[in-house]
């Protein structure tokens, strides 16, 4: 089977930074979009940033210029480089894999789709 595993989440300052990393694992063949979702307590699901297995990238208005996304596919991981953070984005982030091509030893090639990742947390104090 397949993970996607966050790491990276803290504790910062108001205008800090952080990186945050999505690490799958598992005989992965391909991955295709993948894309980082942040919920903050009260609040519904937003979409932060996301970039496609050819590295297009899309970013919410709220973190232009601030949040970078970028992949390694050789190393099955994905960043978000986070800059100027500010109290408005502590939230749980998520990553997930809209599609995931892995190696199956008794079925073959399989996919797995809208696959999510466990959450880390963020917490921007001013």
């Known amino acids: 089977q397949v993970q996607l595993v966050e790491s990276g989440g803290g504790l910062v300052q108001s205008g800090g930074s952080l990186r945050l990393s999505c690490a799958a694992s598992?005989?992965?063949?391909?991955?295709?979009?993948i894309t980082w979702y942040r919920q903050a307590l009260g609040k519904q699901r937003e979409l932060v940033a996301a970039?496609?297995?050819?590295?297009?990238?899309n970013y919410a208005d709220s973190v232009k210029g601030r949040f970078t996304i970028s992949r390694d596919n050789a190393k099955k991981t994905a960043y978000l480089q986070m800059n100027s953070l500010n109290p408005e984005d502590t939230a749980v982030y998520y990553c997930?894999?809209?599609?995931?091509?892995?190696?199956?030893?008794?079925?073959?090639?399989?996919?797995?789709?809208?696959?999510w990742g466990q959450g880390t947390q963020v917490t921007v104090s001013s």
């Open positions: 598992g005989s992965i063949l391909s991955i295709n979009t």
């Open positions: 970039i496609t297995s050819g590295g297009n990238t």
């Open positions: 997930t894999a809209d599609e995931i091509l892995f190696r199956d030893q008794a079925s073959g090639v399989r996919g797995a789709y809208d696959y």
